[in-house]
Each structure stands twice: as C-alpha cells, then as structure tokens.
C-alpha cells in the first residue's frame, strides 16, 4: 500500500518524468501487475519513467530499454532485447542417436556444439531449432528432443555487471556483496525524452 500512495503522492503535480527504485518490493502479485500497468500507462502519455531495480524477471517482463550502471559508471545502455542477445548465449538441446554425426555436420554449418555430459545430447548454439531440424531432415538423421533454450536478461546482467561487482560467491560467480556507492543497478528507461515507446 505504501508504494501505492508514495506513487499518488508523486503523480499529483503532473510530472513529465517520474523516477522509481524498487516499486514493487514487497507487493503481491496483484500489486506487481497494477504497478506495471500504472508505469506503462505513464509512458504511454508522453512521460518519461525510470525505474531503478535489482528483480531481473521483472525488468524483463516491463522494461523496454535498459540502462545499466555498475560502480558510478555507465555499463551498458539500450532495448531489453539488445542487451539480452549481446551479453548472453541462446542455445538448443539436441538429443540424439547421432551424436557424432550430428557435432560433425553442425560444425561444418558454423555452429558451436558442446557435450552437455549425458549420454546422445549436445547443446548447439549459432543455429536454432529450425535449422537444425531441416537438416537433420536432409540428412536422414534422428532427432529425439529439439528444445530452445532462450538468454534471460538476469544471464545477460551478471554477464555485463562481472567486471563492476566488489565481491563474488565463491564458484558461481553471482554478485554476493557490493558496496553502497559502487552498487550495480539496472535501471528501466519506459520512456525517453525523444519519444520511445514500450
């Protein structure tokens, strides 16, 4: 409720830009959605909205620009989408009975082509589902299991954010700790002066 009233309280001069850090911490699901309505309703009447966030999941379902800042200093800056595809790696499980011929022949296409350690699958990357799937049709091969496997804006952050963290958890290399003025934030632009749209 309190971020409800905090955000009416804000909106009762008519601002041109309104400016949120972690609007929906702590609210329900009911919430998150209302809060998300209310901040894309904003933008779409011309004002420019920035959101200050550390919930990944939730910048990717509302953020159409992304602007991110890691010890003072400006890390990345542009569409959600963008950034998602720059920083991290998509792939597609492939399980096969073919495994070999498979690695040969998608190698040869300019894929990447990994074992993932279990017996007859690969993780491919540089081709999607489609792709592999026509060739494997031209080919004569069998495919058990095709299954894309997309770059989440979270992989993508702590891809670009590595560099700019204090301190790491030992082996996983997820930010367990920065400091208060050198904290890496992801920040939501919904809408800029020059007139973008979600």
């Known amino acids: 409720m309190s971020q409800r009233l905090g955000i009416a309280a804000a909106l009762l001069g008519d601002p041109p830009v309104v400016i949120c850090d972690e609007p929906v911490n702590g609210l329900d699901p009911e919430g998150i959605l209302w809060i998300r309505s209310l901040l894309r309703g904003l933008a779409a009447e011309g004002r420019t909205v920035l959101v200050s966030s550390h919930l990944m999941s939730e910048m990717a379902l509302t953020a159409d620009h992304l602007i991110i800042i890691g010890r003072g200093r400006l890390i990345a800056d542009g569409s959600t989408a963008g950034i998602v595809a ?108 020059t007139g973008a749209r979600l």
């Open 86 to 193: 720059a920083s991290a790696t998509s792939h597609v499980l492939l399980r096969t009975p073919h495994p070999g011929r498979f690695a040969e022949m998608l190698r040869a296409e300019g894929a990447r082509v990994e074992s993932t350690g279990e017996l007859n699958t690969l993780k491919v990357s540089g081709l999607d589902c489609a792709a592999i799937g026509d060739r494997a049709a031209g080919h004569g091969l069998t495919i058990h299991e095709l299954a894309p496997h997309n770059a989440s804006l979270e992989a993508a952050y702590m891809e670009v954010t590595r560099d700019s963290v204090e301190f790491t958890a030992a082996g996983s290399g997820a930010s367990a700790k920065t400091s208060a003025d050198e904290t890496a934030e992801t920040a939501e632009t919904v809408q800029t002066a």
